[in-house]
């Protein structure tokens, strides 16, 4: 592989433009083993692992814990069984995980990463590893292994990817979701997310924002929006009786462009006339017990979200935008925190801010003014837990078609990236499945190389600016790797961005006082 084509020494703005210098998103990497074996998150500091029901530290017998940990989770799981028992090794995931081909690692092989928990599972758990460990690559489980975990196992973003491509549907996220559930039990948890699921749990949000600061941004928010626009829109907090409770990441609080994303939704329910809310108590749509695999934290964070619907009184749950929430929120809600009966069952439980906002375009209750969105010319990101992990309306597919529905209505330039690179087949940000912390940089820019690659081959083709995406991990993880490949840093934007910068409000304040209030309605400006 040339110089140009590695991570190490990106593309250049000027280079990338030349057809010549343009490597293939999927171009199989020179292998490198070991080249990422010392790439480690920091660990959970002891009262923040004591916090989530783990040990403070790495336990005295982790081996036997570790060996009867695995024990549980493959009686308890077929599925995860299977995954183990089945691989044949035929090579049709190797190159599929972004890791892979950013790094050259071969432990970044979906198959190779599984082996270091299959040999430990092969090694105690089948009558071949047991007795001929040799012959079947049974080995058991010692602090060699278990520092390779730690490595390898926060290498794989759980973006499934590779799953889509194994003939017989080996899901790698299952089998990460267990090694890291396997190495927190024995007192090896990983900082980032441990600390994280804590705050959630005490405060309500990932960043441990209290009520009365969540009210004074939110209220400053209000103001902004209506110096802007003439219109008061407001964000509501803890509004009792309202019909809806929004959830989502609290990234949308405080941070570009996920600010411009709340701010799209407030504009939305404000022109249909919504009745709705925010919960200080359930601030966050993030379920990072998700990463961790912990069913009972992941369990705790959802109660959060069914108690604050209870307390409100609201009728529906809609969730902002962002990747890995919406998959727990479609998959897994009503089983961690349901049944849900007490919600109006004539609307989807829950339902996705893209679904709700693609239902009023479809009804015409919100209308664009698509010149407004002219500066910028869009492609978009299909995040992997909405792509691979969930779905969006009535018909398969929905979760593709209705983020890109409401692109085209409130954008007039839009352009897909190559068809290998998107939808089922979408490369990940490089920053999910727990990974976006910058003890991990060097691993995140690595891994955003295929998606990079297929941005800056859609930016050639077509003079493409901007790039959208409906998750706050994905928007975070390219607002940090983006320079590193040419783009600038707020070339990443929200959905409902667009969505703010176009939408008509009915009362919003006209570029014209003179011709006197309510003569046409304007589009919303600019956020």
């Not at 890995?324 to 439980?349: C, E, I, K, M």
């Amino acid at each position: 592989m040339s110089e140009a084509a590695t991570v190490e020494q990106p593309l250049s703005v000027e280079d990338f433009y030349d057809a010549t210098v343009l490597p293939d998103p999927c171009e199989i990497p020179v292998i490198e083993p070991g080249a990422m074996a010392d790439s480690k998150p920091y660990e959970a500091a002891p009262e923040f692992q004591k916090a989530l029901g783990f040990p403070g530290e790495l336990v005295d017998d982790w081996h036997e814990k570790a060996i009867a940990k695995l024990g549980e989770l493959v009686e308890g799981s077929r599925a995860l069984r299977v995954y183990l028992d089945t691989c044949v090794k035929c090579g049709a995931c190797t190159d599929k995980c972004h890791y892979f081909l950013g790094t050259g690692d071969p432990n970044n092989m979906p198959v190779a990463r599984q082996d270091l928990l299959r040999q430990v599972y092969r090694k105690h758990f089948t009558v071949a590893g047991k007795y001929f460990p040799w012959l079947v690559g049974a080995r058991d489980l010692d602090e060699e292994v278990l520092d390779q975990w730690y490595s390898y196992f926060h290498q794989c973003s759980q973006c499934r990817r590779c799953s889509v491509y194994c003939p017989y549907g080996i899901d790698t996220a299952e089998v990460s979701m267990a090694a890291r559930e396997i190495m927190a039990t024995v007192g090896k948890g990983q900082k980032y997310c441990n600390e994280i699921i804590g705050k959630v749990e005490t405060i309500g949000n990932n960043l441990g924002l209290q009520k009365k600061a969540l009210v004074a941004t939110l209220e400053d928010l209000e103001e902004d929006i209506e110096d802007e626009t003439g219109v008061a829109v407001k964000i509501p907090v803890d509004k009792k009786g309202a019909d809806i409770l929004l959830v989502t990441p609290s990234a949308d609080f405080f941070a570009e462009p996920h600010i411009d994303g709340l701010i799209g939704y407030a504009k939305v329910f404000h022109q249909t006339g919504a009745s709705w809310t925010i919960s200080s108590y359930a601030s966050e749509a993030a379920n990072f017990g998700l990463f961790i695999g912990s069913n009972e934290n992941m369990r705790e964070v959802a109660l959060r979200i069914r108690t604050a619907a209870q307390d409100l009184g609201v009728k529906r749950i809609i969730f902002g935008e962002c990747g890995h929430a919406w998959r727990v929120a479609y998959s897994f809600l009503n089983t961690l925190a349901g049944p849900f009966d007490f919600l109006d069952q004539n609307y989807p439980v829950p339902q996705h801010i893209c679904e709700y906002t693609y239902d009023q375009i479809e009804a015409g209750k919100i209308k664009f003014d698509k010149s407004a969105n002219d500066h910028i010319r869009l492609t978009f990101h299909d995040s992997c837990n909405v792509a691979r992990g969930s779905r969006m309306g009535d018909t398969p597919g929905g979760q593709f078609e209705i983020p890109r529905t409401i692109i085209r209505a409130s954008c007039n330039h839009f352009f897909d990236m190559a068809p290998d690179t998107i939808k089922e087949s979408t490369f990940c940000c490089g920053g999910g499945g727990g990974l976006l912390t910058d003890d991990l940089i060097e691993l995140r820019k690595k891994g955003a190389q295929p998606r990079m690659r297929a941005l800056q081959q859609v930016a050639q083709d077509h003079g493409v600016t901007h790039m959208a995406a409906i998750c706050a991990i994905c928007k975070t993880q390219f607002a940090k790797v983006m320079p590193d490949y040419g783009f600038d840093m707020d070339a990443i934007l929200s959905v409902h961005q667009l969505v703010s910068n176009a939408i008509i409000l009915d009362d919003a304040k006209t570029d014209q006082p003179e011709a006197g209030d309510g003569d046409n309605a304007q589009p919303a400006a600019a956020q």
